[in-house]
C-alpha cells in the first residue's frame, strides 16, 4: 500500500522529469522501481509499479497521471456510444511493457517474497472514465447508475472483462497474488454496492479463481460492506481504519485473511503515536493467522521515510516475537 514510491528519494531520482505513463513504458527502470523499497526495508511484498489506469491506457484510452491530482481522462465516458468503444484487451499486446516488468521482477527477487499484481476494480475505473478525473461525491457517476442503468451495466462488465484477462495475463508473468483496487465505492449505500459495483467485482474473483494464486480485494469506506465482500471470492479482505480490525474480522470472519489497517494518516504523528496505534492494530490480530499489516490506505506524500522504516522493523519484531511465543 505504498501508493506510492513517491515518498523515496530514490524514486523520485530515477523518475526524473519523465510521466508515469513514459516510465511504464520502460520495464527495465519499472522494475527497479518496483524493487526500490524493498531495497531499503525487510518487506515482505513488493507491488508492481503500474496504475490502475494502465489497462485502459492499453485499450487506447486517452488518459495523463498528472502529479498530485491523479489520472485524467481526455474524453470522459457519457453514454453508449463511448462504452461501446471500450474493447476488450489482449495483454501480450496491448501491455506488453507490463509483463515484461513482472517477469524482470519475479526474476530478481528473493523467492521468499511475493510480487503482488493489481487492477483497479470496475466502479473505480468507472468513476474516473465518468467523472474524467478524481471526484468528492461522484455525482455523475451515480447519475449514470441511477438515469441510465443499462448504460452502467455494459460499462461495468466491459470493465470487468477488461480485469480478468489483464489479471490473469500478470499471474502468468509470474504475479503470486493479485489485488483489486476499489478505492472508491466507499461512496456507496449498501444496498447500491450490492446492486450497481460488487456483482463486478466478485464476477472477476470467480473467473480468476482457476488461476490458483490468492486474490486480495482492497476497498476504502468499505466497514458497512464487510459482510457481503467476504462473500465475493476473495481470499483476503483489505480493512481500512475506520473500523477497529477485529470488528471487521469478526464480521469477515476468521476462514479469511484480512489485510490493514493502520491510518496513513498516523505516520504524520511522532514516533510514540505511530507505535501506539501499530501496537493496537496488532493487539486486535492478536497472532492469528491470516493478519497481513498494511496500512489503511496509501501513504501521504509528505510521509517521513524514516518513519516508514521504523514501522516496518517494528512490526518485523513483533511478528518474530510472536513466533518465538509460539515455538516455546
Ligand atoms: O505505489 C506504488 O508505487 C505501486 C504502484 C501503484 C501506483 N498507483 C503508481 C502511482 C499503485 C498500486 C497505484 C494504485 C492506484 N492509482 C489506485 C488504487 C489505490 C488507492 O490509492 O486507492 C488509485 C485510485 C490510483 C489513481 C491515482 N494515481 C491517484 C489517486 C494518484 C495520486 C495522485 C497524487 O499525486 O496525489 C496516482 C498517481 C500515482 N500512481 C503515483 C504513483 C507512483 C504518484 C505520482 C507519480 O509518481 O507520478
Known amino acids: 500500500m505504498r501508493q506510492a514510491g513517491r515518498v523515496l528519494p530514490e524514486y523520485r531520482a530515477k523518475k526524473g522529469k519523465m510521466s508515469l505513463l513514459e516510465v511504464s513504458a520502460r520495464p527495465e527502470l519499472c522494475a527497479e522501481i518496483t524493487l526500490q523499497p524493498l531495497r531499503r526495508m525487510p518487506l515482505d511484498a513488493a507491488i508492481i509499479y503500474a496504475d490502475i489506469m494502465t489497462p485502459l491506457v492499453g485499450v487506447g484510452v486517452e488518459l495523463d497521471i498528472v502529479e498530485a491530482v491523479g489520472p485524467v481522462i481526455a474524453q470522459p465516458v457519457r453514454g453508449a456510444a463511448d462504452v461501446a468503444r471500450l474493447r476488450p484487451i489482449e495483454p501480450e499486446a496491448d501491455v506488453p511493457y507490463l509483463l515484461e516488468t513482472l517477469r524482470l521482477v519475479r526474476r530478481e527477487l528473493d523467492p521468499a517474497k511475493a510480487l503482488i499484481g493489481f ?23 451515480k447519475a449514470m447508475m441511477y438515469e441510465a442503468p443499462d448504460v452502467w451495466h455494459a460499462l461495468m462488465g466491459r470493465l470487468a472483462d477488461i480485469v480478468t484477462e489483464y489479471l490473469r495475463a500478470q499471474a502468468a508473468a509470474g504475479a503470486d497474488l493479485l489485488q483489486l483496487f476499489d478505492s472508491w465505492v466507499g461512496c456507496l449505500s449498501p444496498a447500491d454496492f450490492r446492486e450497481y459495483a460488487a456483482p463486478y467485482s466478485a ?27 467476504k462473500d465475493h471470492g476473495a481470499d483476503v479482505i483489505g480493512v481500512d481504519w475506520r473500523i477497529a480490525l477485529d470488528d471487521a474480522w469478526r464480521i469477515i470472519g476468521h476462514d479469511k485473511a484480512v489485510q490493514g489497517n493502520l491510518d496513513p494518516a498516523v505516520l504524520l504523528g511522532p514516533w510514540p503515536v505511530i507505535e501506539a496505534h501499530a501496537r493496537d492494530v496488532l493487539q486486535r490480530a492478536a497472532g492469528r493467522p491470516g493478519h497481513i499489516f498494511n496500512l489503511g490506505h496509501g501513504l501521504h506524500p509528505s510521509t517521513d521515510v524514516q518513519k516508514v522504516e521504523r514501522l516496518v522493523e517494528y512490526v518485523r519484531e513483533d511478528s518474530e516475537r510472536r513466533a518465538m511465543s509460539r515455538e516455546s
Open 119 to 141: 487492477a483497479g476494480a470496475p466502479f473505480t475505473l468507472a468513476s474516473y472514465l465518468i467523472e474524467g478525473r478524481g471526484s468528492r461525491n461522484f455525482l455523475l457517476t
Open 203 to 229: 464476477r472477476i474473483f470467480h473467473a480468476l479463481r482457476d488461476v490458483g494464486v490468492p486474490l486480495i480485494h482492497f476497498g476504502t469506506n468499505t466497514a458497512t460492506f464487510l459482510d457481503q465482500m
